[in-house]
């Protein structure tokens, strides 16, 4: 691989592909791949990319903000070049509390531990154990504002369904699903309820106009994730992801950000895949598991990435979604659903990242 290292993200997150870059080309070899993913995961938390990574981004409808994050070693067992390596090792937290450095947390679950992935609270205790810095506030005053908005806008949009809330922001309680096509008086009750709006209600029933969908919570200006693709010089691949998951989620949501398969995925052997997008659904379909499978079997990144993400268009012609392709050779593509995607690219043959924009 003459392009070799290579470093590949979603979005035009060009300071953490540059934070990458320094790591994988560094002098005698340069640093690992794995290295390299959590530097450029790290400088996008620091950062805070899009405001949608690390610290101060997508506040739950309690206007808390948790992390998602996972890292995976792609290294086969037949190039092991350390001896504590184990083959296709993964790290990740989900829905983490407490602590700013996601990746770093997702890194130390799989350094330090048999374990693949830590949830809430725990992972907060497990990762300041191991030494990253916390207890700390994850709000800060752009997330609470955005939260006080939502809040005077009656907690609209948001992500629940079939429920009436007893308040303009719940609490909410079910509806009966039997009764939703059978009786209109269930229909009266939502509505007199709440003065008219509630979601589930008029997304699933086509007379009346779809109103807040929580694809609007994701959307093209909402990028929320950085996924990550590196080819260290050796060939070795790591992958990450990092996320603030989605706005005004429910307490305990955890997006496909933490999910091997979903949000990243690499293997040596192969190539890897990073993703971003509507996670409640892509997490159904192992998006970025499928494309390197797919890859092993012969496609090409491009028919492997535009493969994968049709698959989810045919059974959620509205999803919102994209992600990033690359081979062991460096070979890279990009495919996406109901947005235009971006993605970035660095490896030696250029001069700096790339952005690469990517139709629907
Ligand atoms: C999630 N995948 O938690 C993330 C959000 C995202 O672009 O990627 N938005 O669903």
Redesign the pocket.
Known sequence: GAVFPVVVSTWPFREAVRAAWEVVSAGDGGGSAVDAVVAGCSACEELRCDGTVGPGGSPDENGETTL?ALVMNGVTAVLLTRNWQETMEIGAVAAMRYVKDGIKAARLVMEYSEHTLLVGEKASAFAISMGLPGPTNLSLAESIEKWEKWRQNNCQPNFRKNVVPSGKCGPYRPISLASVTADDSVKREVEESQGGLCQGWYQSDNSLEPTMSHLKV?NRH????ISMAVIDKMGHIAVGTS?N??TFKIPGRV???PIPGS?SYGDDDVGACGA?????I?MRFLPCYQVVESMRRGMEPRDAAMDAISRIARKYPDFVGALFAVNNEGVHAGACHGWTFQYSVRNSSMQDVEVITVYP
Do not use: L, P, Q, R
Request: aromatic share 0%; net charge negative; proline share 0%.
């Open positions: 998602d994701v909402n990028h929320d994730t996320t998951g989605a997006g496909d950000g949000s971003t997008g509507d996670g409640d892509m």
